[in-house]
Structures are given as structure tokens and as C-alpha cells.
């Protein structure tokens, strides 16, 4: 149980590099044989690109993925030079001298990308990605403009090191849209001989080889959340989020809690008020749904969360474990990042990545 005691914010996020290491650790196991990148965008999934990238080095990661080129420049600053950086989200027009300068690669997605790209590479040349959209209608060259550009003598400026696509429904493992991709991008792969591929992401790599390729990209597993919906999660949690109990009160049957008072007590009630809200990236779509847990017991969410508090009912709960001080645990144990984003009516992914920065935070194992 965490100290919240002295805490300059009702809420204590922990995170554990260890597990983190350990989750790459196993999806380079499962990769059998493809290199291991690491998906470290949006602050690594809320983790802190700060922490969590040094720690994935050190775990024997060398490739890593980012959203953004101030995320990448984040990203350098925590990595040693030899670490290779790509930007996921396109290749923003004038900006080809922040990326050679930083050494960065930008994943170029379109014609007109290439063209700046190569352009601005003639005087010495530095590696970029191609991006092929196999079926996302995103970002991305088509799978004819892909087939095309391997003829194009552009490539020798553009100097791609690696040609990647992204899977629509790699959590779905007999979704047809996944064979089609993987036979599209095979077509791809083959006209780009000599140049790394990587299709896999966090759910592809348990796909087995078809998807691998050379490089496999996981984002969402390395931060805990389940590669593989409806088994087991084969990943270790990585985030804990415990809040202090700031005030507990009774109320008399009929009375009403929160905003707009949406939730009336069905009887005598045992409330518990947590400083902590959507302001700190707890959606606000938990509300009337969500739970945490004090002393080991469920407390339902009652009332609206509002922007720096949220109520609990802790009628259940032992009288010592929900009073003022107290924690409730809101990520953790039986409530994994999954658990958490079903009960708010979203996903996982958006739970890790609005974590909020007022957070106490409180890194282990790194």
C-alpha cells in the first residue's frame, strides 16, 4: 500500500519500470527472432517518456516510435545517440532540418512527403520509413503509390530503412480485413528488397510470423494493457493509481450527491470523496459506472466526476479502511487499465494516456 501521506496532490501514480522492462522482454520472446521496437508515444502512453525510455533501452531495446517531433525531441534527450527514432504522424512541410538535426527519422506517408524528403536529403542522406496504408485510410502511400515509388529513382535520396504498415484489427485474430493486409503488404514488402518491413503491433505479435516481418512496433502491451482481448493478459501491470480519501460523510436515503444530482442514496449511505478528477484524466464518462477499490472492496462511483473530485459510496467497505486519509486504489490489482476503460465506457489505451500531470509520481525498478 502506498504512503500518501504529505502528497502534494490527492492522487499517487506509481509506475513500475521493472514490469515495463519485462514486457518488452516477453514480446521479444514472442517476436521469435524480429526485432523489438517500442511505441513510446504520448508521453509513453502516459508513463513518461523520460522514464520509460531509458528503461526500455536498458532492456535491450533500440528502435523506438514516437507521434510527434517534439515527442521525438523528448525522446533523444533521454537516449543515446545511437538509438534509432522514428515519427509516426507524417512529415510536416519546412521541418527536414529539426529531423536531420536531431537525427531522426520521419515516416513518410505521401508523394509529396517523399519529394520534400528527398530534396532535402541530397546533401547527405539519412534514413527515413515509408508508410503504406493497407486498409486504415489514415496516413499513408496507397498500395499502388508504394508499388509505384520502388521503381522511382527518388528512392536513392529518400533512403528508406524501413517500409511499415499498421493492422486494423489486430485484437480480432479471424478478422479477414487482417489476411488481406498481410497479403497486401507482402506485395509491398517484395518490391522493397534489402529494406527492413514492420506490419505487427501490440496484438500482431501474437498473430504468429505473418505479421512480424523484420520489426515489430507494441505500444499498448508494454504499459500492461492486454494484447490478446477475451484471454489472459500475458503482460505485467505497470501503473498503480491510488487516491486520498479527502472526506467521508453519511447521507439519509433521498438525499442527492454531485452535479445536477444524478445519483439520490436508496438508503442510509456511507460517502467517500476523492480529490481527484477528470482534470486528471479520470474521464468523465466513469461517472454512475466506475469503481475503486478501499480495503479491498468495491465502491461504485455515485454522482457525476467532477474536475478535481470524485465521490464514492464506501457503505461496504470496513469503517477503518474508508476514512479520511485513507487510499482508495482506482488502477491496480483486479482493476487493470482494461478493467478500468470498460467501466468508463472507453479503452484502456485512453486511460494510460490521460494520466493526468498533477499526479504525485513515483517510478520503481528502473
Not at 533501452?57 to 528502435?63: D, Y
Not at 499498448?220 to 494493457?225: F, I, P, T
Not at 491496480?332 to 486511460?351: C, H, K, M, Q, S
Request: charged content about 20%.
Amino acid at each position: 500500500m502506498t504512503d500518501l501521506s504529505r502528497t502534494p496532490h490527492g492522487g499517487r501514480l506509481t509506475v513500475d519500470l521493472g514490469a515495463l522492462a519485462a514486457n518488452w522482454r516477453r514480446l521479444a520472446a514472442e517476436a521469435a527472432g524480429a526485432e523489438t521496437a517500442a511505441v513510446i508515444k504520448a508521453d509513453a502512453y502516459g508513463c513518461g517518456i523520460p522514464a520509460a525510455a531509458p528503461a526500455l533501452r536498458a532492456a535491450g531495446c533500440r528502435t523506438f516510435f514516437v507521434a510527434h517531433l517534439s515527442e521525438a525531441v523528448s525522446a533523444r534527450a533521454a537516449l543515446p545517440p545511437d538509438a534509432v527514432i522514428y515519427v509516426l504522424n507524417g512529415f510536416p512541410p519546412g521541418s527536414a532540418e529539426a529531423y536531420r538535426g536531431a537525427d531522426l527519422r520521419p515516416v513518410l506517408g505521401s508523394r509529396d512527403e517523399v519529394a520534400e524528403w528527398a530534396a532535402a536529403n541530397r546533401a547527405g542522406r539519412r534514413p527515413a520509413a515509408l508508410h503504406v496504408d493497407t486498409g486504415m485510410n489514415r496516413l499513408g502511400l496507397s498500395v499502388p503509390e508504394a508499388m509505384a515509388l520502388a521503381g522511382d529513382p527518388v528512392l536513392a535520396d529518400v533512403a528508406p530503412s524501413l517500409v511499415m504498415s499498421h493492422l486494423v484489427s489486430a485484437e480480432v485474430p479471424d478478422d479477414p480485413l487482417t489476411a488481406r493486409q498481410v497479403g497486401d503488404f507482402a506485395r509491398v514488402r517484395a518490391a522493397y528488397p534489402g529494406v527492413a518491413a514492420s506490419l505487427a503491433n501490440s496484438a500482431g505479435v501474437f498473430l504468429g510470423r505473418g505479421p512480424r516481418h523484420d520489426l515489430v512496433r507494441p505500444g499498448y502491451a508494454l504499459y500492461g494493457g492486454n494484447p490478446t482481448p477475451g484471454r489472459p493478459s500475458p503482460m505485467r501491470p505497470v501503473v498503480r493509481l491510488e487516491a486520498e480519501i479527502a472526506q467521508v460523510r453519511e447521507v439519509a436515503p433521498g438525499e442527492s450527491a454531485g452535479y445536477n444530482a444524478r445519483w439520490t442514496a436508496p438508503s442510509r449511505r456511507r460517502l467517500a470523496t476523492l480529490s481527484l478528477g477528470y482534470a486528471d484524466g479520470f474521464p468523465r464518462s466513469a461517472s454512475g459506472r466506475g469503481e475503486a477499490r478501499v480495503g479491498g472492496v468495491a465502491c461504485p462511483f455515485v454522482g457525476t466526476v467532477s474536475m478535481d473530485l470524485i465521490i464514492l459510496d464506501v457503505t461496504d467497505a470496513p469503517a477503518e479502511a474508508a476514512r479520511r486519509g485513507a487510499p482508495a486504489l482506482l488502477i491496480g490489482d483486479a482493476l487493470d487499465v482494461d478493467a478500468v476503460g470498460r467501466n468508463a465506457g472507453t479503452i484502456g489505451y485512453e486511460i494510460l494516456t490521460g494520466l493526468g500531470r498533477r499526479y504525485a509520481r513515483e517510478y520503481r525498478g528502473g
